[in-house]
């Protein structure tokens, strides 16, 4: 406890609330961006685990007869395909199934859909891929190869957008954070000029005032860290619920990893650290100009 | 009786013959921005286990002088050594080092409101690491010795403007300081408790401090036969005991 004591009455400083309401507005942001980022991750994640090594070849409905032949063909010489580890033809029930979530089920019945074959692949590298299309196309030339790899890269570019923006948010507010402890800070050196002026007298180090500012900082910037993640848990409790609402062929269901539920839990003690190195070096700074 | 002031012509940077306990200031020169000089040219040193009164009239720099004592300033020319260092370009950590020497009371007590009398008490020694246990024995005892071992709990505003002297200057003798500068320690005070305070500082120097008094209370300097350092005109003057 002796350690724990202040020779500044910060305690008392109308900064101290301050400080500790607008860290937790901004652990509360930097925690939704830490969501948003993780969700968007494990989303990608499952996606790129689910299509990973697989193929669809879709064949046009055509006049008669046509379009059954061309699909007979395809698959016969996708099961024969050395890259191809299986074929397997998509029954309309399972397509849909599979549409109903995006235009209902009212119109299904008259819509003249593709038949689709689902490829699992034995060798994913491009240049089997290559082949297989090369081989579909000689066989059924009507017949269209979706590479799902194509798709899928681009939303991952969409998701590494959406995850560069969360970790530009976490900057501004890592920025946000250190400012608002620099101002608050200097605003208690000019409060308390008279209190440090006598700590110098009695032969305090300017590491010693500079401690008495870093430690309230950790205490102030931890609690209100804590007060936004409080605030933040709710919230992330009622973005669940209504998630859980959404069809998950829509909007899979993504469980968060581990490490995104341990960097939630430790924004508190991230803020507390930032907050007490930046009143540290102002502290520092400020006296270093002095006699 | 306590060895004479040494008025001296130094040369700036002569910093021969200054001993471990003495205060020297080598042709030193004070200037606030951009104005006149309030010192000019000052030498002298204190011996160690000295007792000086400093005098001269108001706004002749008295305050100044001590602030450069004290280490709060730097000459803007010559040097200030202290303790056998020179202390004019020393850093700052150095320097706060060397203010744990010494003692310092103010003419307007400078004690912390936000603190007791006790914790006032303890502040050079908490700030300088002093062990919880032995910073409770020596201020619970420094403040029985100064009559306020019933106020220790006390903030400043509550206690009367004598009993927030002998605060301020158990303060400043709490670490057993080598130099005790006082800047008008009686000026806020009636004269039973200015002669009190005064017996504290001899009380001090017998036990070993070198103590400088800024003061323009005639009376205790008539009283008590400690030799001068008469500042004006920015030139300070030895005056010996009794004159």
């Known amino acids: ?291 | 009786m306590s060895p004479g002031p040494q008025a001296e012509k130094k040369s700036p940077g002569d910093t021969k013959g200054a001993s471990s306990d003495t205060l020297s200031l080598n042709g030193v020169g004070l200037q606030y921005d951009d104005g006149p000089e309030v010192l000019a040219d000052v030498s002298l040193t204190i011996p160690a286990r000295s007792f000086y009164f400093l005098t001269g009239p108001s706004g002749a720099g008295k305050t100044s002088l001590l602030s450069l004592m004290y280490l709060a300033k730097r000459p803007t020319r010559g040097n200030v050594i202290l303790f056998g260092e020179n202390v004019t370009e020393a850093k700052r950590g150095r320097l706060a080092m060397l203010r744990r020497r010494l003692g310092v009371v103010f003419q307007d007590f400078r004690l912390l409101d936000h603190m007791t009398a006790f914790d006032n008490v303890a502040l050079p020694l908490r700030v300088a690491g002093v062990a919880p246990n032995v910073v409770q024995r020596d201020v619970t005892e420094l403040l029985k010795w100064v009559g306020l071992e019933d106020e220790m709990g006390k903030h400043p505003a509550a206690l009367s403007g004598g009993q927030q002297q002998r605060v301020a200057i158990a303060r400043a003798v709490v670490n057993r300081p080598k130099f005790i500068l006082a800047d008008e320690p009686t000026g806020n005070v009636d004269d039973v408790i200015a002669l009190r305070l005064m017996l504290l500082f001899v009380e001090m120097h017998k036990i070993g401090s070198s103590v400088i008094i800024a003061t323009h209370n005639h009376s205790l300097v008539e009283r008590f036969a400690f030799p001068r350092l008469h500042l004006a005109d920015g030139v300070v003057t030895q005056i010996p005991a009794g004159e």
């Open chain 1, 1 to 291: 406890m002796f350690a724990l004591r202040s020779d500044l009455p910060l305690r008392g400083g109308g900064s101290g609330r301050f400080v500790g309401s607008l860290v937790m507005v901004l652990v509360f942001i930097a925690a939704f961006a830490v969501t948003v980022s993780a969700y968007v991750g494990a989303l990608i994640g499952d996606w790129n685990r689910g299509v990973s090594g697989t193929l669809t070849v879709q064949v046009p409905v055509a006049a008669g007869s046509a379009s059954d032949a061309q699909v007979a063909k395809a698959l016969d010489v996708l099961s024969r395909h050395p890259a191809v580890a299986g074929a397997t033809l998509v029954p309309r029930a399972k397509v849909d199934e599979l549409l109903k979530p995006w235009i209902g089920d009212g119109v299904m019945s008259d819509l003249p859909l593709p038949a689709l074959i689902d490829v699992e692949m034995r060798d994913a590298a491009p240049a089997a891929v290559a082949a297989v299309e090369a081989s579909v196309k000689a066989a059924a030339p009507a017949a269209v190869i979706d590479d799902h790899r194509v798709w899928l890269d681009r939303v991952a570019g969409l998701a590494r957008g959406i995850g560069a923006v969360a970790a530009a948010i976490i900057v501004l507010v890592t920025a946000a954070l250190a400012l608002t402890i620099i101002f608050a800070t200097r605003a208690s050196l000019t409060e308390f000029a008279q209190v440090i002026e006598i700590l110098h007298v009695v032969g305090a180090k300017d590491g010693y005032v500079a401690g008495q500012f870093a430690r309230r900082a950790l205490v102030q910037a931890f609690l209100g860290g804590v007060a936004g993640l409080a605030l933040y848990a709710p919230a992330l409790g009622f973005v669940a619920i209504l998630a859980s609402r959404v069809d998950p062929e829509i909007l899979p269901a993504v469980h968060l990893p581990p490490l995104h539920w341990a960097a939630l839990a430790l924004l508190p003690a991230v803020a507390g650290i930032l907050a007490m190195l930046s009143a540290n070096i102002t502290v520092r700074r400020a006296l270093s100009s002095k006699v």
